[in-house]
Structure formats: C-alpha cells, structure tokens
C-alpha cells in the first residue's frame, strides 16, 4: 500500500516518482524490442531520448510513436498499484513526462520536432485520463467486510456481509455531513463557506471527475458539473463548521467562523434568520430532537440554547469549559441532557435546565474533539474522540471507562455508535475510518478511500447508511443489509430481532377479514426475551418448535415458546434441513452436520472455498461461481451446477427449487428415481454429480429479493419491490409495493402472503390456494381436475384465471371462465364468435363495441349484422361503404338524411349524388355555404340555376372582396363566355329524365372497359391554355372592340353547328360517371343519355373566369371528384 498516515509524505512521493520512471521506461524497452527487434541491428537510448527517432516519415518512426503510446497505456496501469488516488493521476503524469523531457534535453538538445511534443502530449493525456477513470472504478468497487479480516477464519460481525459504497463526492474540505430522515439528501457543510445538498440516489458517473483534474476546470464549475446537487447554499466565506437539517420546519441551520448562526428554508431557499451568536468560531450545532431548540458550541468556551419559537432568543448559557468546546450532543434516551467535548480534554454532561454540568469527566490526555451517545436501551454509554489518536467508551452513570480503542496513528476526530447495528464506527485525521465490534470492542474493518482526513460522520436512525466527511469531498456506504432479522412458522407465529431484544406477535390475532390488502396488521407485540449475541439470521426448523439465531460467529438454538437455550456452537452460517437436521458452517473450508438431537454427525470439507451453504432438501454448498449439492445422509455429491447463486429456496414437497443469481432465478425440478437408482445401484459419480439429477424447468430474468414456495407456485418479491408469484413459469405481478418488504410466510387457511418491513410492520396480501392450485393442474395438463377445482376459486378472481388461460393459448377456455365484458367481449373478438360479441355488445351499448363487431362482420361476409352494428354506432362512412356496395337506393336515401341530421354533410351529399338527386345536393351545398362549389355543380348538372347561385355567390363574395365579387360572369349575361352554354341548357331536361335509373351494383363491371376523360385533365389542359394565352399578351380583362365581336360570332356560329350535329347524331352526355366524359352515339341504350348529358357539359366548361375565381373553384371540382370518384351506384 501507498497510503501515507501523514498529509505530508515528501520520500513517500519520492519513492512513487521513482517506482513510475522506471516502470515507464523497462515497459518502453520492452515495446522497443517488439516493433524495433527486426528492423534496426542495435537499440540504444537514442530511441529512448532522440527526438528526431519520433517522425512519420520512416517505418522506424512508427515502431517508436507505438511503442511510447503502448508505454502510456502501461504507466496508466502502473498508477492503479503505485498511486492509488484519482485526484494524484496527472500530478504524477506530468511528473514522469517533465523527467522525461529533461532526460531528452539532455541527450540530444531541446526538441524541435512537432512529432516529438504531439506523441508524449498524446501519451501524457492517454495515461492521466485512464489512470483516473481506472483508479475511480477501484474505488468504487464493493468492498467486503472481511478484507481485512486474518486468514484464519476470524469470526467476525459481517462475516456473511458486504459494505457498498453508495455515493461519492469530491468537493472542498468537508467539515460536517447530515442526514435527511425522509429525503435521499446528505448536508455538508464546507470550509469553503458553502453547504451543499446531495441527492445519493441520483449520483451521476464519476468519469466526471477526470474532467476536474485533467482539463483544469475550476471547483465551482466543477460543482455544476454534476448532477446530482439539490441545494447549495453560499453562506459565507469563512468555513462553515457545523450544519444540521432541522426536517420538521424544513430548515437548514448552520453555524460558520463569521460568528453568525443562518438559517435557510431549503425547498424555497430562502434565508429565515441571520443572527450573531458567539463571540468566536462556532464549532457546532445540534437540535433538539422533539422541543425547538438549537444548541450552539464555539471557541468562546460557551455553549448556548437557543428557542426558535422565540424568535432566535438565548434562553440559556453554559459555562465550565476552560478551552474550545467542539462538539455537542444531546442524549437520545434522555432528550433533557446533553454531552460536550471540549480542548480541555473533558466531557461535561448538562441539563437543559441548569447552569451547572451534572458531572466531569477527565476523559482523554488531549484535547477531545468529538462525542456521541449509545442508542440503544441496555447500555448508558457514550465515546469519545482525542488528539491522543485514541476513542474511549464511558459509563455515564458509574463515570467509568469502559473501553479504550486503540489504533489510530493520528487524532480521532469523529465517533459514533451505529443506531441500527452493534458497531462503534471512528474517523481519524489519518485518512481511515475503523469499525469496531460494539460489545468486543474487536477491530472489524479499516476504511481508507484516500481521500484524506476524515473529518464528520453522519448517520440515521432506521438506516444501515453512513456518509463520512473528509478534505476532499464525501462518501456514503452502506453497512451490511437492511433486510430485518424474523421469522414466521406454519402457524403465523412471527419471532424478531431487533439489536438483542427478541419479540413475538401471533398473526392468528387478527381475522383475515379484519384488514384489507396492503394494510398493517394491529398485533399485539409481547417481548420474548433477549439474545446474548447480536442477531444477523434467525430461523424456524421446519416443525417451527425451535429457532436458531445466528451471529457474531455463533448460533444459539432457542425454543420458541419458552425461549430456551437449547444448544450453541461456532459458526458463520447455519441451516435446517426438511426433516430438521441442521448444518453449520464454520470456515470456508469446514462444514458441519447434526442431527435432530443436536448432536455432531458428520463433518464436511469441501475441495474448494465455500462462501455460503443453503439447507432444504439438500444440502447446498456454494463457491464463487458454482454450487454443489449433496445429500443429508452420507454427504455424497448429487449434482454441480455452474451459477453465482445469491440466493436458494426449496418447495415443501422437495420435488423444486429456486436458484436466485444476480439478474435472474432458476425453477428446477429434482429428479429423486435417478439419485436413488445411482444411490442404490452403486454406481460411479464424477465430480459433476449426477448428470440428470436436476431438470431445469424454466428461466425468468427477474432479481429475486426474498422468496417463498406455496406448493407449485415461487411466490416473490424483485428489485422494484413487486409482489409476484411463478407458476409453470408463468409470471404474475399481484401487488406494486410502496416501500420495501420482505417475505415471510403463507398461511393456507387465511390465504393470506405476509411481508415484513425495516420498521416491523406486518402486512397481508390474499392469494388464493385454490387459484394456485387450479394454475398448477393447468400447466400439468390435467384440465378435468383443473375444471373440478375453478368451482372453488371466488368469481372475482375469474379475470385473473382467464388471463392466464390466454396466455396458455387456451383461448376458448379463457371466454368462458372470464366476467369483465370488456374483456370476453376482446376474446370473442379474437375467436370470432361474433353471436357472443353480440350479446356483450347489446347490453354494453357501447359505440366503440358496435363499430368493432361491424368491422369484423363486415370482413367476414355478414353484411346484415354489419349493418345492424353499423347503425347501433352511427358509423356513417362504414354505412355509405356498405349501402354502395350494395346497390341499396333506399339505405342511400335513409343515411342522407341521418347524415344531413347528424350534420355530415359530406356524407350526405355523396348518398345525394350516387342518388342521382342533383337539386338535393345544390340545396345542401348553399344550405352548408359551400357557394362555389354549388356553382360548380349548377353548372355541370343544373345549367338553368346557375344565374341564380351565381347571383348568391356575388352577394357572399361581396362581403370579402367586392372586386372579386364584380369579376364573376353570369351565364345568362354573358353567353359568350361559356362554352357549349346552349347545348347544356338543352341537354338538362333529357339528362333530369334518365338521372334517377339506378343500374344495379353487379352490372359495374360491363362499364370498366370505357376509356373516359377526367374532369382533372380537362382543367389541367384549360389552365395550360389559359396561362399560354397570358404569355403571348391576350389578357382576360381586354374584352370589346372589334377582336371581341369576330370572337363571339365565331362561338356563336361554332355553337349553332354543334347543336345542329348533336340534333343531327343524337349526341347526350354521361351523367352518371363523375369522373369521365365521352360521345355516344344515338343508337346506345336510353339510360345513358343521362350519363352521357352531365359529363359533355363538366366536360365542354370553359374555365375563362377571373382569376380569382378560378383559384376558388378549382380545390373544389378537385375535392368533388374525390367525393364521387367511382362508378357508384
């Protein structure tokens, strides 16, 4: 290691320097032989220290550029072993690259080559950056509790735990931390004059730090940089010593070297009040737990009290120190005393109602710095910290020492005792942090982040987390896990441990009626007794007559009526077996087994190290990365499987089993007739077991935090606290839980789940047996039980059932156990039952249902129904689709006119134009304000109302535009203008006799073969015409003179000669095709006179109005041909 004790180490750092150079340059000479070996006779330190052997112009350059790129790489990894610290990275980079430039410097002069400067800035970036990112992931890493632990098997507190750094946070000398009792929030309090607020849960990669030591950013961009900052408060710019969260006014109180106490609101920022309180530095604050008072210490050697109810008045002052007084702390089981720690190297214990200390104690050679209380019930304790680099436990009452913890190398600067677990935990201004046993006083674990000295620790009732302040910013770790120590036998019995006080409650109390799901049980809580170890596992033996409690390397068997020592022993971890015979690990390399007497039968020593053993119905040892299995019996190897197993839980039958990893579990199937043929036949078993001893059932990726079985079903709880149960591997979620819980047990007669949480609560979910059960015959394929069994199971829980059904593939069945409509209604959908979609449809009465049966009638053929469900959901455009397919006249007429009361005019007037009732349509067209497009239509079909929709028109027009409004020509003022006017004035009688023949829909196909004009071509040619006519200069608006009149006796003549042909060959104009024109002769049926009449004139319309009213009409021909596009009717 090359962690100093001192801030200062000058032949520490030498020795690093040292170490790096020449790693630096025994690596380079390695990567020289490998690029250089074959391509130069002879290496020297000319390419070590020559510029000019750095160049891009030789392949011997290039062998030297790699080699110096793959040596920064290597020092990077050199730094991981040599420095250790991120924040040291660069120093130590720049440091080995200065050197080097000397050295160069010195053989061959000062480099002018650009390679040169471009390949070790290259080098010296690439191994500062790595170097950090790959010492901040070492630091990161989880650390186990026993790394410190001696190698022997010293049983030790965590032995079976894990510590896990949850946060990290560079920052300026931290000089106090808090922790908010609801929010995620650490406080800290910096020398810098600023305290910060810190979400732990959000913290973002702390790649960022790289960014503040290699690109030089500053500490306050830095700062911004992450993200995980709610607060920060810039108080002053002297150091603020002290800060504490006062969460029930929702205020931060802090007390700097300025003299001045502040106080903030931290949701609105504001500052509630500013006041001077001492006559030097404030060395700390505390508040009072329940009563609003703040205590102050400072360097005046006064303590004072403060009311907030009062406005900020003293209403009290401590006198009796002879030096600073640096800490102060009120008593947890008596919130009237409190503790301060003074340089005068005592402890002074007060009452918030007198002057006077109740006692002195002469407590340490130097000064004291810190001093914090026992929270637990059965021990008047408190500790102390000195600059004598040792922490001391006292006995308040008899005002004797206790103990004295020895071990720091400099002064101990904060302590505490851990509210939730029995460890003393201490920070020293020697950069470590040292955890120690709470009633052995043993030394558990050393703590050193390098990140300096440590100055704050901070912890929470209810919490297994710690956060510790230091010079260079603040972490947070976790301490071992919070899953809470109890047990539930087969009869609702529940035993807890909470420190070493055991307490029972009997579920069976309360009716599993009397509380609803998700509710906390009222129990009656009687205490048990106590345990004269501190509790970390405690469990039933299968028949729940006795319970083991294991910890602090111990295991004490207890009856769980009486609460009897029946039997103890060594050990790190202990199991029961299904028949209740129980095993012990006692080190990882020495198991052992007892009987149901407790008496030693057997002793196992396995080939490898064993981290963890599982009991059930057999016996699981574990490694690292696989598991073995052996029977109770003889000890024999039944089967290896290769898996990180967290986790194992057995079914009661012993016929399953759980396997629980990181990221997913495991259902497995024991295959007990091929053990015991392999058992009894005396064959040979290789070191992999019995191959086929296991069947893996199914795989689900979910992380299983505890679990239980209920006959065929793994009920459990995964990493977003879902309550799910597994059947078949078949996963359903039955409740989302707002907080962590813990299994505990089933009872089958209430039919009832039962959870724990860290506060104790008990909590009860339903989750039928009989549903369970009808599950597991299913995923069997025994359906004839499984129907004699849905009887039993509630009608509420039906859907549940029919889902589950679905998701078999039993669809049919599904539909017939389910009762929610809406669903049924989906599965009938599905099947196509569409006489039992119906029936749901009739009596829910819902539009959405309706449409969705017409739907899938219409596109299975049953046109009645779909019209039936067309008309229950007022589906106008599916009507319209169905009528004109059908050729239905009178289902046109109807859906006009609901259209046209439903106010869908559009559909209206496509069931008026396939109806042929032209006049209908003008009305609907200029009752809807649609005045050009009733024009429009006026012209193609209606020739003699079009003065009069053209006069309307003028009369609307002129309220937008009167210009536009003049420009508008009458057909009846000016003939001229409209071609073929007088034809279609002719045709309009011949066309209105022929309009309201209907051919029939299947005569469709005797049309398909005509090649018609559409009305979209004849305005594309009419415009090109038109734009033709303005570039050779014939302007609409030149009309008259002399050019005009030879223009209207040319039409005239050349409309008298079309009249004459049309008498003459009997010529009409389709009317019925919307989208098309052509001539038919005379001699063609009479019914298409009438198609034949509207299309010559749509066809012949000359489009010579104004400007602005061609840009009017032609969006609407365009979208009248969308409308009517099709044969129709």
């Not at 002290?242 to 007390?255: D, H, L």
């Not at 055991?502 to 009716?511: W, Y």
């Not at 959870?755 to 047996?769: A, H, P, Q, R, S």
Request: one cysteine or more; a negative charge; proline letters at 3%.
């Amino acid at each position: 290691m090359f962690y100093g004790t001192a801030v200062w180490d000058p032949w520490l750092i030498v020795g690093q320097i040292i170490c790096l150079q020449c790693s630096f340059y025994l690596s380079l000479g390695v990567f020289m032989i490998l690029f250089l070996g074959l391509r130069v006779p002879r290496l020297s330190l000319v390419y070590f220290f020559d510029y000019a052997t750095l160049t891009t112009s030789t392949v011997t350059g290039w062998c030297v550029i790699a080699s110096f790129l793959f040596t920064s790489l290597a020092g990077a990894v050199y730094m991981i072993f040599v420095v250790e610290r991120a924040r040291k990275c660069l120093d130590f980079s720049a440091t080995l690259y200065i050197i080097h430039l000397y050295l160069c410097i010195l053989n061959g002069g000062w480099p002018s080559s650009m390679a040169w400067w471009v390949v070790n800035g290259t080098g010296l970036a690439v191994m500062a950056l790595l170097a950090e990112y790959l010492c901040i992931k070492r630091e990161q890493r989880e650390i186990p509790m026993d790394r410190f632990h001696s190698s022997n098997d010293t049983l030790s507190l965590f032995s079976l735990k894990s510590l896990l750094r949850k946060f990290l946070q560079r920052s300026e000398r931290v000089k106090s931390v808090d922790l908010h009792p609801t929010e995620p929030w650490i406080l800290a309090s910096l020398y810098s004059g600023t305290v910060c607020i810190w979400n732990y849960q959000t913290q973002v990669n702390l790649i960022i730090d790289i960014l503040y030591s290699s690109l030089f950013i500053t500490r306050d961009t830095y700062v911004l940089l992450l993200q995980t900052m709610v607060k920060s408060f810039e108080v002053t710019e002297l150091p603020v010593r002290s800060a504490k969260f006062v969460s029930r006014k929702q205020w931060v109180v802090a007390g700097a070297d300025d003299m001045f106490i502040r106080v903030y609101n931290y949701n609105t920022m504001d500052k509630i009040k500013v006041f001077e309180a001492h006559a030097d530095y404030i060395r700390c604050v505390a508040v009072h737990p329940t009563l609003p008072y703040v205590l102050s210490s400072s360097d005046d050697m006064l303590i004072k009290l403060w009311d907030w109810e009062k406005d900020w008045v003293c209403t009290q002052i401590f006198e009796g120190h002879s030096h600073y007084v640096m800490q102060v702390t009120f008593n947890p089981k008596d919130t009237n005393t409190f503790a301060s720690a003074s340089l005068d190297r005592s402890i002074k214990i007060w009452n918030l109602g007198s002057p006077d200390p109740n006692f002195t104690l002469d407590a340490h050679l130097k000064g004291v710095n810190c001093v914090d209380y026992f929270t637990g019930g059965d021990k008047p304790y408190l500790i102390t910290g000195s600059d004598d680099h040792t922490a001391k436990v006292w006995d308040y009452q008899t005002k004797t020492c206790v103990q004295t913890l020895d071990g720091h190398t400099h002064n101990v600067s904060a302590v505490c005792f851990h509210p939730e677990l029995p460890i003393i935990i201490t920070g020293s201004e020697d950069g470590t942090v040292r955890i120690w046993h709470a009633t052995t006083y043993r030394l558990e674990n050393t703590l050193n982040y390098g990140l300096e000295r440590v100055w704050a620790i901070g912890h929470m009732k209810g919490s297994h987390r710690v956060v510790i302040g230091y010079d260079e910013g603040s972490t947070m770790v976790k301490l071992g896990r919070e899953i809470p120590v109890a047990s539930m036998d087969n009869s609702g019995k529940i035993i807890w441990a909470k420190h070493n006080e055991i307490h029972t409650v009997n579920i069976k109390s309360v009716g599993a009626d009397e509380v609803n799901d998700g509710e906390r049980l009222p129990l009656a809580v009687k205490e048990l007794g106590t345990c004269d170890l501190y509790p970390q596992s405690l469990k039933h033996n299968p028949n729940g007559r006795f319970v083991v409690v294991c910890g602090d390397g111990e295991y004490i068997i207890y009856t769980a009526l009486a609460w009897r020592n029946r039997s103890f022993g060594s050990a790190l971890e202990f199991v029961w077996s299904s028949e209740g015979e129980h095993a012990v690990r006692e080190s990882s390399s020495k198991i052992k087994i007892f009987s149901k007497n407790f008496q030693e039968k057997k002793t196992v020593r396995p080939t490898f190290s064993a981290e963890r053993i599982f009991g059930g119905t057999l016996l699981a040892i574990c490694s690292s990365d696989f598991i073995c299995f052996y029977d109770w019996a003889e000890c024999r190897l039944i089967r290896r499987i290769d898996v990180t197993v967290k986790n194992l839980y057995w079914a009661d039958s012993g016929d399953l089993v759980a396997i629980a990893s990181d990221s997913s579990f495991y259902i497995l199937k024991l295959n007990r007739d091929i053990i015991s043929s392999y058992m009894d036949g005396g064959k040979e078993i290789d070191e992999e077991g019995i191959e086929d001893a296991f069947e893996l059932l199914n795989e689900t990726n979910e992380r299983v935090r505890t679990g239980l079985w209920v006959g065929d079903c793994f009920i459990y709880t995964n990493s977003s606290w879902r309550l799910n149960y597994c059947v078949g591997g078949e996963v359903t979620t039955m409740y989302h839980l707002d907080r962590p819980m813990y299994l505990l047990g089933y009872l089958a007669n209430q039919s009832r789940v039962y959870l724990i949480d860290k506060e104790f609560n008990i909590i009860g979910y339903t989750l039928l047996l009989s549903l369970i059960e009808y599950k597991t015959l299913v995923m069997r394929g025994d359906l004839e039980q499984a129907n004699q069994v849905l009887p039993s199971i509630p009608k509420e829980h039906h859907n549940s059932v029919a889902h589950f059904l679905e998701s078999r593939g039993m669809t049919e069945d599904a539909l017939e156990v389910a009762i929610d409509p809406d669903y049924r209604f989906e599965l009938a959908i599905q099947l196509g039952r569409l006489d039992v979609a119906k029936d749901i449809a009739v009596e829910a009465q819902s539009e959405s249902k309706w449409k969705q049966l017409g739907e899938l009638a219409m596109s299975t053929g049953k046109l009645g129904m779909a019209e039936e469900c067309m008309r229950h959901a007022v589906d106008l455009s599916g009507l319209l689709l169905l009528y004109s397919s059908l050729g239905d006249a009178e289902g046109l007429t109807k859906l006009a006119a609901l259209a046209k009361e439903q106010g869908k005019n559009n559909v209206a007037f496509v069931c008026l134009f396939m109806l042929g009732q032209v006049e209908d349509c003008l009305h609907l067209l200029v009752e809807s304000n649609r005045i050009p497009e009733a024009a429009l239509i006026a012209r193609s079909y209606l020739p003699s109302r079009v003065s009069e929709i053209v006069a309307v028109w003028r009369k609307d027009l002129t309220k937008i535009s009167p210009k536009a409004a003049e420009s508008l020509a009458d057909p009846e003022e000016y003939p001229n203008l409209f071609e073929d006017w007088q034809v279609a004035l002719s045709l309009e009688e011949r066309a209105a006799e022929t309009r309201g023949v209907h051919p029939p829909a299947g005569d469709y196909g005797s049309h398909t073969h005509r090649d018609y004009t559409t009305l979209v071509e004849a305005f594309r040619i009419m415009q090109i015409e038109e734009e033709e006519r303005l570039e050779h200069g014939d302007v609409l608006e030149e009309v008259g003179g002399e050019g005009e009149e030879e223009n209207q006796e040319a039409e005239e003549e050349s409309g008298d000669g079309k009249e004459e042909n049309a008498e003459e060959e009997g010529v009409v104009v389709d009317a019925d095709s919307t989208d098309s024109a052509v001539l038919v002769n005379g001699n063609e049926s009479e019914e298409q006179w009438g198609h034949l009449g509207g299309l010559l004139l749509n066809a012949s319309t000359n489009m010579t109005y104004h400007r602005a009213s061609v840009c009017i009409c032609v969006p609407s021909i365009c979208l009248l041909i969308i409308y009517v596009r099709g044969w129709g009717v």
